[in-house]
């Protein structure tokens, strides 16, 4: 008999009959390699019980995890188009189409107005999924929108950003969304109605050199990817290797362009707490 | 960006040519091949009248006008990817000389306050016939020594922060601010990162959107990306004819779309990034002519059109208030973009 013949009955399955785990079950810590079921990550808000990797999640898991079950989606009825007739390996159409199959999402950004501890918050989370959180046309009007409703209903704003940058396939109108989400939050600065950006695994590009970096106040999960070029770029450029933690959150507030970094377990106490500091004008609610 | 040279070497050729009085060097681009042989020819022509045995007078007149043809033949049937290769043109003006011709005061005015000074964007205030202006701009450098030391128009955020650092003096001030832009993109560095390059950006946007003064901007060269549009969120947008302006150079979108480098004249293509294009996306208010055969073909030509442009815009929006310049730029820019609301 081999050495690696196993001696105990009813464990010599052959690989064709072991039993199937659905697809998705389970899901592999990228930062410790550990494995888990997806019911044990989900009660711990995706975050690695083992190593407290933050993996990526969605915006309705921000908005679950943040407002609970009771939130309202707005201006989700905004949607790309592809008005430049783009293809490139794909059409756009198609990329389009098959992100919303896949993510059962409108764009790359969905809004929700719900509240914390009874005060009112609107949040625009943005999805990786959805073409690697790219900004376009859709993504910028949302966030323009979300201006207009917060000043009229006198709510702070959160955006959570989530993005590889600007969508090419929309081109120079993929770029004018960094003037006018920033253009916008202009606005509802001069309104004095707080912004707070939540900066997440990966924010960079367009996305950051425009609305993500211009919160009153930034913060961001713990080692996320936050920068303008991306790190290939980069090494490219300098034709060297990057130090250990470039460009994570760790990294940025060490340099002074983030007000703190804050545990998934902690977000929505820290977000009523920051609330706090800011009473809306009831009256005009 | 990648490209540091921002076009290839390969792709051009050189011809040293004593046709005006002092020494030009002459660079080709492959689609103005036709050109060479006929400038070839000129020049040996003028070569044997300069010796002085045969009258070639006419000879001259007729292969000059042959070539005044041939470029508007060439000129007005280029695709967008020659009109990128034009805007990089090794010869191309840049906004020092721009200044220099447009202004007749300048001083130059350096510094963030808060780190450095970066070369590649330059600024300072100066007079366009008496007029007060802040003049910022990307600047590229005229040769191999000044490309490096002006980082190849790609500014560090410390060009960012000494822009915005110069646009609020000028609203103290209440001085109109130009902006030229030229720029293959912000520096993809280390310390870039380090120091804030998406900050510096970022607050350059939201201040632009609400400065009290007018800001036009022009862009001269090329426009990529947040790099450009850090110094190009204003009251007017607009481009020299054969410039491009959007938001990633055709060589990097290939490199993404297409994983390839090969790709760029399709990718071009693909971006509809012309001042043509943008002026019907109307993503920008107008497009200046440039000479035939661009704005180093007769720069001189090219910065009188300029200043009378900048001129003219000035006064259209000389007696604008600061609560109708920013209303502007809010309504404007929140215009920008194309979606379906079901």
Redesign the interface.
Known sequence: MGWFKRLREGIQTQTSDKKEVPDGFWQKCKSCGGTFTILELEKNLFVCPDCDYHFRIGSHDYFNIIFGSRYKLLFD?????N??E????KSYDDRLESAKELTSLSDAISVAVGKVNRKPLVIAAMDFSFIGGSM???V??KI?RSVDYCIEHRTPLMIISKSGG?R?M???????????T??????L??EAIPYFSFLTDPTT??V???????GDINFSEPKALI???GPR??K???K?D?PEG??RSEFLLD???LDFIIHRSELKDRLNELLSYFPMDKAAQ | ??FFFGYSTDRLSFLISPLINRLIIMVFLDFEQPLESLYEQLETLQKLGAEGDIDITDKVKELESTIKKKKKEIYTELTRWQKVQLSRHPSRPYTLYYINQICKRFTELHGDRKFGDDKAIVGGLGTIDGTTVMIIGHQKGVNTKMRQYRNFGMANPEGYRKAQRLMKMAEKFNIPVVCLIDTPG?????E????????A???N??EM??LKVPILCYVIGEGA??GA??I??GDRTYMLEFTW????SPES?SS????TWD?KEQ?AE????TSE??LS?E?IDGIIQEPIGGAHSDPEKMAKALKKHIKATLAEVADMTPDELINN??EK??G???????
Not at chain 2, 192 to 199: D, I, K, N, P, V
Not at chain 2, 245 to 248: E, F, K, N, P, S
Not at chain 2, 270 to 273: E, N, V
Not at chain 2, 336 to 342: K, L
């Open positions: 009825n905004i949607t790309s188009l008005f430049l783009w293809t490139d390996l376009g046309s859709v910028g009007e323009a600007a090419m929309e081109s120079a109108f993929s770029l004018m969304q960094l003037a006018k920033s253009t916008k939050l202009a606005q600065s001069r590009g367009g950051t050199a425009s609305f993500a970096m211009l920068g303008f070029a770029v980069i490219e450029t300098i060297k990057l470039f460009q340099h002074g362009f | 960006m990648i912000a520096f993809p560095g280390l870039a990162e380090e120091r804030g390059q998406a900050e950006i970022a607050t946007l939201f959107a609400q990306s947040g549009l850090g190009g969120l302006y959007t938001v990633i979108c993404i779309l297409w994983r790709n990718a693909a971006l509809k990034l294009d943008m996306f993503l730029r809010l820019y929140d920008m973009g194309r979606f379906v609301e079901a």
